[in-house]
């Protein structure tokens, strides 16, 4: 089943599935929805909206930042920002988020050569993304910043 997840860069033709994504409020509030997301991104070359799918399906949806977004959460001018990372609700505890991000270094080595590392941020309440983030390679920086809903780790992965 997990040779059919891939990650691929948003294309308008997964609009249908991307604007029906669904989560309960315990994990919406950690995260950013994938329309409210393409919004920010559409004028802004800094964002890159990424799906995850499962065949041809969007199962997931997560954005990578260059510029000065990331500065805020790495000094490394090589690094990308990842953030508003979902999985639509009724495609959940199949396995796609852990396999999206093990698909991780392989995306960003051929579409963002330049890049090292992967910064990104995770509410200090929010166990089971902490998990998930430490259980494909991403680490703990030690550094903390404050959210809009509260502190937040600040986890690298780097390349």
């Known amino acids: 089943m997990f040779n059919q997840i891939t990650l691929n860069r948003y294309e308008t033709k997964y609009d249908a599935v991307l604007k029906n994504f669904s989560l309960p409020e315990e994990q919406a509030q950690f995260t950013g929805m994938p329309l409210e997301m393409l919004i920010k991104a559409k004028d802004d070359p800094e964002r890159n909206p990424i799906v995850i799918l499962e065949g041809a399906?969007?199962?997931g949806f997560f954005m990578l930042c260059t510029?000065?977004?990331v500065t805020?959460?790495?000094s490394n001018q090589n690094a990308l920002l990842l953030i508003a990372f979902s999985i639509d609700h009724p495609q959940q505890g199949r396995g796609y988020a852990k396999e999206g991000l093990k698909k991780l270094r392989d995306f960003i080595t051929e579409d963002f050569p330049d890049k090292n590392e992967v910064v990104l941020a995770v509410n200090?309440?929010?166990i089971p993304a902490q998990k998930l983030y430490e259980s494909v390679g991403?680490?703990?920086t030690g550094k903390r910043k404050m959210g809009k809903?509260?502190?937040q780790m600040i986890l690298s992965l780097l390349l």
Do not use: A, K, Q, T
């Open 67 to 69: 510029g000065e977004l």
């Open 138 to 140: 991403f680490l703990d």
């Open 149 to 151: 809903i509260g502190e």
């Open 72 to 74: 805020e959460y790495s």
């Open 57 to 59: 399906h969007p199962v």
């Open 124 to 126: 200090c309440r929010n």
